[in-house]
């Protein structure tokens, strides 16, 4: 959730993550973008922001954000998009989804002046078919193979404290974007569902792909020049996420087209000491690195959000011990999992200039600092 100085107001983190929640970001996005239509898990449509002349805005109502792939290169959440289309400042985007005007209070039954809360309908999440497992499975070996055989990206895997035997225990890749489309081909799947999955997206004429993949072709690769973490569920794929390798790739964290799903470390220990729960996927990987996996259950939620069955296995005597990281968001989504486990989440704290555990990872004593935290919670 992008903020700025205008505060907001009288609401709360919990009663923000509400009000957006509230909302169907593709119905929102539809009174923006008239062209918009669904393909596969996702909604694409004409980009409103810039002269798209090939639908280039996606959306994907599962993580409700949204992306501009085009020239804009723009995204975010339903705020954003609100911000975006009707050039108005974070306050004044909470009172069109449904906020009390500044200065008013909460739950007093102020009117909207934009009807955009279509409640949300509970609706079961789409199984994967054996084509997708198989597309999901043989693009999760080609970047291992990618990574495997890249020394500069095994490098900058070091760099952030991943060493080689984490790599390969949570079989991370590496997105060239010239290697999956011909993969997938010689493997005899379908192109036509990996485009659908969100891993492949066609090219336009004259035009480099995401993130300045120049590879040429008549498609690109969604996660091009990404560091790839599959989430895996025993030797099975079920999603994967991408981390930007520069600078200058946005977002940072980018996901597929499809229903999300958390990453878990290996397994629960037998002599389990609770779950803690993180924010980012490379969060989770340092806490292996560091040998936590030994004492705790690990799991990441990459991103804010999270489902209640994720941690339908939580007993009544299991400790969550919650790390999200320590800004606005993270600190909603702690107050979430507190409020659905009440008694047993507990919020982690280290100083402030610290915002997650890879922060603490760069800093010279972040491994002690971290230690603290935890016995201290």
């Known amino acids: 959730m992008r903020a700025d100085g205008s505060g907001s107001g009288t609401l709360s983190r919990l009663e923000i993550d509400s009000l957006k929640a ?60 609100l911000r975006e289309a009707e050039g108005v400042d974070f306050r004044r985007a909470l009172e069109l989804l449904g906020g009390p005007p500044a200065g008013a209070t909460a739950g007093r039954g102020w009117q ?14 789409p199984e994967l078919t054996c084509e997708d497992r198989a597309i999901l499975n043989a693009a999760s070996e080609i970047y291992y193979q990618s990574l495997m055989t890249n020394a500069a ?37 379908d192109l036509e569902r990996a485009r659908c999955l969100g891993l492949l997206h066609d090219r336009r004429s004259g035009e480099d792909g995401a993130n300045g993949d120049t590879s040429g072709g008549d498609v690109w690769e969604h996660l091009s020049q990404r560091l790839v973490v599959p989430v895996m569920r025993g030797w099975e794929t ?37 779950i803690i729960v993180v924010e980012g996927p490379f969060d989770l990987l340092l806490l292996h690195e560091w040998g936590y996996w030994r004492q705790f259950e690990l799991l990441a939620l990459l991103g804010t959000q999270f489902k209640r069955r994720w941690l339908a296995h939580v007993g009544p005597d299991d400790r969550l011990l919650v790390a999200t990281d320590q800004d606005d968001a993270g600190e909603a989504a702690a107050a979430e999992l507190m409020a659905h486990f009440p008694g047993q989440a507990v919020r982690l704290r280290w100083p402030e200039e610290y915002k997650d555990v890879g922060d603490l990872a760069r800093a010279p004593d972040g491994r002690k600092v971290w230690a603290r935290a935890l016995n201290d919670a």
């Open 112 to 125: 909207s002046p934009l009807p955009v809360a279509v409640p949300r309908q509970s609706e079961a999440e």
């Open 22 to 81: 509230g909302v169907r970001i593709e119905d929102l996005a539809a009174r923006y973008v008239p062209s918009l239509r669904r393909v596969g898990e996702r909604w694409v449509g004409l980009c409103p922001f810039h002269d798209d002349t090939r639908p280039s805005f996606n959306v994907w109502p599962d993580s409700q954000s949204w992306y501009c792939f085009g020239a804009c290169r723009r995204g975010g959440d339903v705020v954003d998009l």
């Open 238 to 274: 079920v999603y994967l996420i991408g981390r930007a390798t520069r600078e200058a790739q946005r977002p940072k964290y980018l996901g597929l087209a499809m229903p999300k799903e958390p990453l878990t470390g290996k397994g629960r220990p037998r002599r389990s000491q609770g």
């Open 153 to 189: 990206m095994r490098r900058a895997l070091q760099a952030r404290g991943i060493s080689l035997g984490t790599a390969q225990t949570y079989h991370l890749g590496y997105a060239t974007g010239r290697r999956l489309a011909r993969y997938l081909a010689w493997r005899h799947l």
